[in-house]
C-alpha cells in the first residue's frame, strides 16, 4: 500500500505496513478514519480476511491431527519441529514413515486452500522443496480442491497432492 506522507503528517521513514498495523501515527483523523474503513472492508487482502485465513488453517491442521491420532500414526507437530531447531517445518512429521499407496511419505502439509498452479509453484519454492531436501517424500492435502493439471506433476519428484487425508496408507514399521 502506498500512504502519502504528507497528507497523514508521519514520518516519511515509517513503512506503509508499519503505519497499517499502527494507524495511531496517522495525524489526520479523516484519513486515519477512511484508511480503517478500507482495512474494515476488504474482503481479499485486509488483516480481517488473513485472520479468518489463519483461523482456518490451524482448524484444518486439528482436523488432520485427529485423523492421524486417530488411526494410531504418531507424529510430531511444527511447534516441535521449531523447539528441535528446524526453520522450514512441514505441518506434520510422521514418525514412522508410511507408504500411500505405491508411493512413501514422511511429512504432511495441510492447507485449507484450493490448490491452483501459480500458488501451488509458489509453495513448492517457498516451502514443499525445503521438507522435501530436509525429510524427504510427502503429502499436501488442498482441503478445499485443486485444479487437475497439479494431479501428477510432482507424484515422480516425492510429493503427492491430494484433497483429503488418504485412507490406503500401510505403516513401514
Same mark, same amino acid.
Given at each position: ?9 508521519? @514520518? ?8 497499517? !498495523? ?9 484519513? !486515519? ?9 476488504? @474482503?481479499?487482502?485486509?488483516? +480481517?480476511?488473513?485472520l479468518i485465513k489463519k483461523s482456518i488453517g490451524e482448524e484444518y491442521e ?15 507437530? &511444527?511447534?516441535? %519441529? ?7 517445518t512441514p505441518d506434520l512429521l510422521l514418525t514412522v514413515p508410511v507408504a ?8 504432511? &502439509? ?6 491452483? &498452479? ?6 513448492? !519454492? &517457498? ?5 522435501? +531436501? ?7 492435502i488442498y482441503w478445499f480442491g485443486f485444479v487437475d493439471e497439479l494431479a501428477?506433476?510432482? %507424484? @515422480?519428484?516425492?510429493?503427492?497432492? !491430494? ?8 505403516? %513401514?514399521?
Open positions: 500500500a502506498v500512504v502519502s506522507t504528507q497528507s497523514t503528517g508521519f @514520518d516519511k521513514n515509517l513503512t506503509s505496513t508499519y503505519v497499517l !498495523r499502527n494507524l495511531d501515527v496517522i495525524q489526520d483523523k479523516i484519513f !486515519r478514519d477512511q484508511v480503517q474503513f478500507c482495512l474494515d472492508n476488504d @474482503d481479499q487482502f485486509g488483516p +480481517n480476511i488473513d486439528l482436523v488432520l491431527k485427529d485423523k492421524l491420532t486417530f488411526m494410531n500414526m504418531p507424529f510430531k507437530d &511444527e511447534n516441535i %519441529l521449531r523447539e528441535q531447531g528446524y526453520d522450514k500411500v499407496g505405491d508411493d512413501i511419505i514422511n511429512w504432511i &502439509e495441510s492447507k485449507a486452500s484450493f490448490g491452483d &498452479e501459480y500458488t501451488h509453484k509458489q509453495y513448492l !519454492r &517457498e516451502q514443499y522443496w525445503s521438507y522435501w +531436501n530436509r525429510f524427504g517424500p510427502g503429502l499436501v501428477g506433476q510432482t %507424484l @515422480d519428484k516425492g510429493i503427492i497432492i !491430494r484433497d483429503h487425508m488418504p485412507t490406503n496408507i500401510t505403516t %513401514l514399521l
